[in-house]
């Protein structure tokens, strides 16, 4: 299907790797020019080096650090003509609340929950003055279904739901819309050492890690294209009337759970 977005710019924070360099591969597929921001420029040149080699769009990136708000004025100024933002960048660490305690919990906050609100309220911003744009934020599951040991994770991104809603469904007014993706478990470099530190803990071996996604939908954890794909299609016109909505991709787990 042509997703009608040839032409069209797209930014994508947390595009070195997994998530966030599918969702700017599939937009890059679908013929948008591409900007992508993460911290390590070498990953980054990896990624716009395979994009341009693959597609023919521009490609550009930032090494910038996205928790401090200099870095998205930054970004502000020289990508004012963005039509479509994909939020990404972030990983919140695992624990329970007294293993977190508040240095990691307000650094994993500032770059996640405040860095995804501080570059949609610029971003925002200048859509609004041209009313046209799309902004993707790319969540997480536990946000719906809260793990005492992924406190600080499910909280922020319970918030970033609330936040997702509350800015999608006043969109429509500047001619925008905001939309959510809350994956469940994507088979990146992060799961994988997650899973195999699992593996260690319960099964006495890191190396039977895959033992371990047996349990998951289908015997797998979900592909990054997969959640990079429905990014693209929401960011399209093919998805117009989608705004203040989150799309879970879990494979079915939180309704499994439901059930229970």
Avoid at 68 to 83: G, H, N, T
Avoid at 122 to 149: Q, S, T, W
Wanted: hydrophobic share 40%.
């Amino acid at each position: 299907m042509d997703l009608g977005l040839r032409g069209r710019k797209a930014l994508v924070t947390g595009a070195s790797k997994g998530i966030g360099q599918a969702c700017a591969e599939a937009l890059a597929e679908e013929g948008c020019d591409v900007v992508l921001v993460s911290r390590t420029a070498a990953d980054l040149d990896k990624v716009r080096a395979k994009i341009a080699g693959e597609h023919n769009v521009a490609v550009r990136y930032y090494a910038l650090d996205l928790s401090d708000s200099k870095s998205i004025d930054k970004l502000a100024a020289e990508c004012a003509d963005i039509d479509l933002l994909v939020n990404n960048a972030g990983a919140i660490p695992g624990g329970n609340i007294a293993e977190i305690d508040e240095k990691r919990w307000r650094e994993a906050w500032d770059l996640k929950v405040f860095g995804y609100i501080n570059m949609t309220r610029r971003f925002y911003a200048l859509m609004a003055e041209r009313k046209k744009g799309v902004i993707v934020n790319i969540l997480g599951a536990a946000g719906e279904n809260p793990d005492f040991n992924y406190i600080a994770g499910s909280s922020g991104n319970a918030s970033l739901m609330a936040f997702t809603r509350a800015m999608g469904g006043t969109a429509p007014r500047d001619g925008l819309r905001v939309v959510g993706i809350n994956p469940g478990p994507v088979m990146t470099e992060r799961l994988i050492t997650l899973t195999r530190h699992r593996a260690q803990t319960q099964l006495g071996d890191p190396e039977r890690w895959q033992e371990l996604m047996k349990g998951y939908a289908f015997g797998r954890a979900a592909k990054p294209e997969e959640i990079g794909w429905m990014a693209a299609f929401l960011a399209s016109d093919r998805s117009g009337y989608t705004t203040g909505t989150i799309v879970t991709i879990d494979g079915g787990g939180g309704s499994r759970r439901s059930a229970l």
